[in-house]
């Protein structure tokens, strides 16, 4: 199966402490997003890349989050100085563009900061 | 901006019973519907999607038609399982900023009894 795979799935943190997710997307989907989700809710769109270029990012999307893309492969989502309310599931997902827009999701990422 | 609405949950219905869960959104243009459902555990799945008003989606026996002149996009089955027990998502994708980037409605729990 070569779906979308996120690592680690599930991660617990200090306070403080930064944290690096990585998202490995379906080969030849040139489009990969980022969302999060909290308990009770659905998931919030975080930022989007269209191969290596950050193409939007949302504005819950604070200065101590950041994503990379490189070379419009796997793709990570950094978290500097994580505080509490950063606990969620973080979810990845990618799409084939131009030949059809529905998204294919990860199984997600947990965070939970202590 | 866009939005999508779902009739709050938890849904609990005996097997062989029938199902809807309603939705409805506020997009600017003219935006692709979509139900996902996210089964215990896993990620979320695509489950059936429509991309103008009047088309109609189908998938394991689950329906929704898109609905413009009610902004609508209500799911339907006619006779649940238990294997259907999940979190179903209502979303749109609004494709002007052409990132297609998926607004969540915040999820109804189904719990489906024998």
């Known amino acids: 199966d070569t779906g979308v795979s996120q690592d680690p799935r599930h991660k617990i943190t200090k306070r403080g402490q930064n944290v690096t997710f990585r998202c490995d997307p379906i080969?030849?989907?040139?489009?990969l997003y980022w969302y999060r989700q909290t308990l009770g809710q659905g998931p919030e769109f975080l930022t989007y890349?269209?191969?290596?270029?950050?193409?939007?990012k949302s504005r819950l999307l604070s200065d101590r989050f950041s994503a990379e893309r490189p070379k419009g492969s796997f793709s990570t989502l950094e978290i500097q100085r994580t505080e509490q309310g950063d606990s969620a599931m973080y979810l990845c997902?990618?799409?084939?563009?131009?030949?059809?827009?529905?998204?294919?999701f990860g199984p997600g990422t947990r965070l939970t900061v202590t | 901006g866009d939005s999508v609405t779902q009739m709050e949950g938890p849904v609990t219905l005996s097997e062989e019973a029938c199902l809807t869960i309603n939705c409805t959104y506020t997009a600017t243009g003219y935006p692709s519907l979509f139900w996902y459902v996210q089964y215990p555990g896993e990620g979320l799945q695509l489950l059936l999607k429509a991309t103008k008003a009047d088309d109609k989606g189908s998938n394991k026996g689950f329906e929704a038609t898109y609905r413009k002149e009610t902004t609508s996009f209500h799911l339907e089955k006619g006779s649940v399982q238990v294997s259907d027990s999940a979190v179903y998502f209502c979303?749109?994708?609004?494709?002007?900023?052409?990132?297609?980037?998926?607004?969540f409605g915040k999820g109804t729990l189904l719990t489906v009894n024998p």
């Open positions: 997902a990618s799409s084939p563009g131009a030949s059809g827009y529905e998204q294919y």
């Open positions: 080969s030849e989907h040139n489009r």
């Open positions: 979303a749109l994708s609004e494709p002007g900023g052409s990132n297609y980037k998926l607004t």
């Open positions: 890349f269209q191969n290596e270029a950050q193409l939007e």
